[in-house]
């Protein structure tokens, strides 16, 4: 008796424990995927950067008043390491560390990145890495994919990065082992470390653009929106210029921005040139005190903008789109303005950074 009671009293405290830990770590969803793991604070399995950007003050949120739980997003998470790990061996199921280096096993969740590749494909400039036979594995490795332990509000968190991938990490000069924009290259030795790599060698953003917030909570798909990467924004972040996107939302005709660093998977060997980005057709226009149309709308068509444009907010111009029942496209007729957030710590060029950008370089 004594022996089936000790067997109860482990069982119990085992199942009790485990419901403590499934608890203790934050999950929406009532399952909890595997006894308690650092994996469990990762932004892979909590979905928090999504969250936390919608919650902020200045967040679509403010325009909703939905609250985040109430919508479909709180479900893009990794539920499992099966979802990763998985395959089928015959009728049984086993795990694979193979798997994780499929690209389609990333580009199943990572949408953005797989039109970025087909897009960029179609064009004859696809990210020189993945020309070069990288899969997603090779730089993001088990820091990116399962976490360090700590739970991060966003990707770019300043104090918990959810990201350990970087440029340098790989591209150092051979003979002093110093990050490459160290050496005596022009263009990097008159940048240093006030760019960004990504500022000069992501070809373009892939923009899911004018995400219809109506239409996505009708359908439960996220899919109302118009891929695009014609264009590239210029915008500070951690205290460089960095590559950037835009997205715009659409909600009961309520218009909204937000403007970000994103590093788009479009890498080129060669650097842009000079004058890609100082005194560009964008940087002449804002000096003449004209607007920029990022995305403009001619004629029953988007037409977006060619090249590169620095973030100054009030000198860009967005068009905003309502979807109407026979699927198309047509401009939003409410005049007001749109909302303006700057998600994910990025912020607008300053006068002297687009004075610099005026500048005759030549």
Known sequence: MKRIGGKVLVITFTLALFVVMCRASGASEPECPCLWSFFNQSL???????????????????????????????????????????????????????????????????????????????????????????VCADCHSQCDVHGDGRLK????????????????????????????????????????????????????????????????????????????????????????????????????????????????????????????CHQNKAVREMAKGNEVPVVDFKDGKIVPWQGVVPVVPDKLQWVYLNKTAEKEWVPVKDGKEAKVQFAAYGKPLTKEQFEKLAMDVK
């Open 44 to 134: 892979h399995f909590t979905g928090n950067g999504m969250r936390y950007w919608y919650e902020e003050p200045n967040g679509f949120m403010s325009i909703t008043n939905i609250p985040y739980n109430n919508l479909d997003c709180k479900n893009c998470h990794v539920k499992s390491c099966d979802e990763c790990h998985a395959i089928q061996d015959g009728p049984a199921m086993k795990f694979s560390e193979r798997k994780t280096k499929d690209m389609k096993t990333c580009t199943k969740c990572h949408t953005r990145e797989a039109l970025t590749f087909k897009f960029s494909k179609a064009v004859g400039k696809l990210d020189v890495h993945i020309a070069s036979g990288f």
């Open 153 to 276: 509000p966003s990707m770019r968190h300043p104090f918990t990065k959810g990201v350990c991938a970087s440029c340098k990490g790989c591209h150092v000069d051979q003979n002093t082992g110093s990050p490459v924009f160290e050496t005596d290259t022009p263009s990097h030795s008159v940048h240093g470390d006030k760019l960004h790599c990504s500022a000069c060698h992501v070809g373009s953003t892939m923009a899911c653009y004018n995400c219809h917030f109506d239409s996505a909570l009708k359908t439960g798909k996220m899919g109302n929106f118009i891929p695009m990467n014609d264009w590239l924004l210029l915008i500070n972040y951690d205290g460089q210029v960095t590559s950037g996107s835009a997205m715009t939302l659409v909600y009961q005709d309520k218009k909204f921005i937000a403007y970000c660093p994103y590093f788009t998977h479009s890498i080129t060997a060669q650097g842009r040139s000079c004058n890609q």
